[in-house]
């Protein structure tokens, strides 16, 4: 967008400039056109009048002095022409001389009206499109003398092109729709970061109002919008936390009573089910704490961290093998992104009895994929299995376990993190698990 701004804005500019250049360089041509008409107009009387009162022997020398120029007096033995019609400029002169002369346009055009000019305006028109013509004069005494009017020279050239002259005018016009441009699109970008931002953490520092009364308008809809989305999740997670909270205390009694249950079977079967509870009420407490973003970000040694969390699910006796090294530093919150890397690995050992942990590193970011041995999913379950209490019909057991709240919970910590979750089924077989996150600069 920046740079459509900076183009439309300056090809406007030039635009709107070049047109009135091209306005002012016509008027100036015309006014030019008509100052010499004027001179050539004084300049043919003058060279007229002053060859009638010669004597007719000294005129041939006046002759070949008034024989130069742009306005040109000459001896002719062509007659008087008299068939064509006056032209505006003869007719002026006629006026002008009175009724002892007698002038007679010719057919004959000048061959200098054709020749183009030479100009260092690129807005100059390319032929003289003043007076450029030929008449016969009669004067008192009967000798006939032809009259030329031609343009005027052309000027000599010039040692600076016109273009490097106009360099210092289109330099200042790019520089003031860079500014423009800078002053238009900062406070959308400040928009767009702020919305980023607000994605990656709600309670992020509200948008400044300053700039135009549009941008302020628009930058306090914003924050009242973060708030209100920020109110709604608080109300939602505490809701979700309370209830969560408040079961634990009725099924704890559930448990100790159930040991009075003298049937075996009958008291196995209801702990199996009052644990089954239990897991999914602790698990809905994770959720609400998965959209929890009180806690400090900092940043983390990725490396560390995925050591640390596979080196417990070994120790707890799962089969985890980490490979490969990133070498990288991530912006985060420690406990959230280590419960959004234990859900993936508990995940694909729950369902695919291991989980080979590979990282590597990409260009601004790292690459965890988790592959299990399990039998995958299904494409048209690959969404789905990201919805909160969502599980594929042929986990249900009860060796599995699971309420379907551990890819959600991944999923929302990534997010809130800036990165990226996604599902494919290993050519090999087996279900991959691809974490992408990003990278933490420093001076970020």
């Not at 004597?55 to 006046?62: D, G």
């Not at 999913?377 to 919805?387: C, L, Y």
């Not at 993190?417 to 077989?429: F, R, T, W, Y």
Request: hydrophobic fraction near 45%; proline fraction near 5%.
């Amino acid at each position: 967008m920046t740079g459509r701004v900076f183009l439309v804005l300056l090809l406007g500019i030039v635009a709107s400039a070049a047109l009135t250049q091209w306005l002012a360089v016509g008027e100036r041509t015309r006014a030019l056109e008509r100052y010499r008409d004027f001179h050539a107009l004084e300049r043919a009387e003058q060279l007229i009048t002053t060859a009638d009162v010669l004597p007719e022997a000294s005129r041939p020398t006046y002759l070949r002095m008034a024989n130069r120029g742009t306005v040109r007096l000459e001896a002719t033995d062509m007659p008087l022409a008299t068939a064509l019609p006056p032209t505006e400029f003869s007719s002026v002169l006629q006026q002008r001389l009175g009724e002892g002369y007698k002038l007679g346009p010719l057919a004959e055009h000048p061959a200098a009206c054709d020749l183009p000019r030479k100009s260092n305006n690129i807005f100059a028109p390319t032929q003289w499109r003043g007076t450029c013509e030929t008449m016969n004069v009669r004067l008192h005494d009967g000798q006939v003398l032809k009259l030329s009017v031609l343009p005027p020279r052309a000027p000599p050239p010039s040692a600076h092109s016109e273009l490097l002259a106009m360099l210092p005018f289109l330099l200042s016009i790019a520089a003031l729709a860079y500014l423009v441009t800078r002053m238009t699109v900062r406070p959308l970008k400040q928009l767009a970061q702020a919305a980023k931002d607000l994605g990656n953490d709600i309670n992020h520092a509200p948008v400044v109002l300053s700039g135009a009364a549009e941008i302020r308008q628009a930058s306090a809809a914003f924050n009242a919008m973060q708030a209100r989305i920020r109110q709604h999740i608080m109300q939602r997670t505490q809701m979700l936390a309370a209830i969560t909270h408040d079961l634990q205390t009725p099924l704890t009694r559930l448990r100790l009573r159930l040991e009075k249950v003298s049937d075996a079977e009958l008291q196995q079967r209801l702990i199996d089910d009052l644990s089954a509870m239990q897991q999914m009420v602790k698990e809905g407490l994770d959720l609400a704490r998965s959209m929890d973003t009180t806690e400090t970000m900092q940043a983390l040694d990725l490396d560390a961290l995925l050591d640390s969390v596979c080196s417990d699910a070994t120790d707890g006796g799962q089969q985890v093998e980490l490979r490969g090294r990133a070498a990288m530093a991530l912006m985060g919150r420690p406990l959230a992104i280590r419960r959004c890397l234990v859900n993936l690995i508990d995940n694909a050992v729950k369902y695919g009895h291991y989980a080979n942990v590979t990282v590597e590193r990409m260009v601004g970011a790292a690459r965890i994929r988790i592959r299990d041995g399990g039998p995958g999913i299904d494409q048209d379950q690959m969404a789905r299995v990201f919805e909160p209490f969502y599980r594929i019909e042929t986990s249900r057991s009860r060796e599995s376990g699971g309420t379907g709240l551990g890819l959600t919970i991944a999923r929302n910590i990534a997010e809130q993190h800036g990165a990226n979750v996604m599902l494919s089924n290993h050519a090999d077989g087996g279900l991959e698990v691809t974490l992408i996150v990003p990278e933490y600069y420093a001076g970020a």
